[in-house]
């Protein structure tokens, strides 16, 4: 092997740990969040916000039907949080999962009963 080839190969064997640590770079979804859902009656926005302490978060959802807390986790990309809700007809959870792309997140929400809805969010500026 050529030296030039050596000094190639050599560089790219010590390149290749810090290019798998910028790929498994830790996202940070803490703060706020601009919610919204497609429902079978229409858009619903909300605010989440997300307080991350390593893979756990904890999560507060505010809507114009007041506040719910809950609590998730973040591994890697891939987001997951559960809200128990209280209203006239009872207790109902909903759990959301979906996937963290920079300052966007999307994925889909599931009921205990009924068809996953779609939902999206972005992070509001600090």
């Keep these: 092997m050529s030296k030039a080839k050596s000094i190639?190969?050599?560089?790219?064997?010590?390149?290749?740990?810090?290019?798998i640590c910028l790929a498994q770079a830790k996202v940070d979804v803490s703060g706020e969040w601009?919610?919204?859902?497609t429902t079978p009656r229409g858009e619903m926005n909300s605010t989440v916000k997300f307080v991350q302490d390593g893979e756990k978060l904890t999560v507060t959802?505010?809507?114009?039907?007041?506040?719910?807390?809950g609590t998730g986790t973040l591994k890697g990309a891939d987001i997951e949080w559960t809200i128990t809700r209280d209203t006239p007809r009872g207790q109902f959870t909903i759990t959301y999962k979906g996937k963290v792309e920079g300052n966007t997140m999307k994925g889909e929400a599931?009921?205990?009963?009924?068809?996953p809805m779609e939902w999206k969010a972005t992070k509001k500026a600090a």
């Design 34 to 37: 601009d919610f919204t859902m």
């Design 110 to 115: 599931q009921r205990e009963e009924g068809s």
């Design 61 to 69: 959802m505010t809507s114009q039907r007041g506040e719910s807390t």
């Design 8 to 19: 190639l190969f050599v560089s790219l064997l010590l390149l290749a740990p810090l290019a």
